[in-house]
T-cell receptor, first 114, second 113 residues
């Protein structure tokens, strides 16, 4: 069985500051890992995915995440926060190559302070 | 815009009733998954349909059932509604067998009173 844990249900950063959202995973086999973003009253949008290629994954909107097997982590970062980054962020894991049957974390709400 | 639509947007039902939620996938996508997202939680996998057959199920009772149609539409049916069924229901479609992502719809907000 696989699972993900997102540390911090709420994170606030100032506009222009570094964004760091934490995700740790548990999996009996090499996992496929994802970050999704959810804006109010919308569905989920894929930010980036790790599929055992490069450990540093670049996504949309300037986000990136680094897969660290030794730490079982897949933290999401962005060098400079923008007001439009305010949203809910979900880390997810799958055992399937086609990212189906996802197991999500409980989410982190990101607030940007002007 | 993901090309995945869901209807209705909002729905209010009473305990014990039955409900049908609908999803229209991207054209050509042969796989649809349904997720339940309770307030303040991450989405939970309900089940997946591939070429009109159930292809995996999460920890949900049999009163949650689904259908997938050849025209890329699908349904989630819930019988004997309970208060805890109140949630946002998301569908996601993809073309299985390709290295591609799932595309999520905006969801249906179900409230059970």
């Amino acid at each position: 069985a696989q699972s993900v844990t997102q540390l911090g249900s709420h994170v606030s950063v100032s506009e222009g500051a570094l964004v760091l959202l934490r995700c740790n995973y548990s999996s009996s086999v090499p996992p496929y890992l994802f970050w999704y973003v959810q804006y109010p009253n919308q569905g989920l949008q894929l930010l980036l995915k790790y599929t055992s290629a490069a450990t540093l994954v670049k996504g949309i909107n300037g986000f990136e995440a680094e897969f660290k097997k030794s730490e079982t982590s897949f933290h999401l970062t962005k060098p400079s926060a923008h007001m439009s980054d305010a949203a809910e962020y979900f880390c997810a894991v799958s055992l399937n190559f086609g990212n189906e049957k996802l197991t999500f974390g409980t989410g982190t709400r990101l607030t940007i302070i002007p | 815009e993901t090309g995945v639509t869901q209807s209705p947007t909002h729905l209010i039902k009473t305990r014990g009733q039955q409900v049908t939620l609908r999803c229209s996938s991207q054209s050509g996508h042969n796989t649809v998954s349904w997720y339940q997202q309770a307030l303040g939680q991450g989405p939970q996998f309900i089940f997946q349909y591939y070429r009109e057959e159930e292809n995996g199920r999460g920890n949900f009772p049999p009163r949650f059932s689904g259908l997938q149609f050849p025209n890329y539409s699908s349904e989630l049916n819930v019988n004997a509604l309970e208060l805890d069924d109140s949630a946002l229901y998301l569908c996601a479609s993809m073309l299985q067998g390709t290295y591609n992502e799932q595309f999520f719809g905006p969801g249906t907000r179900l409230t059970v009173l």
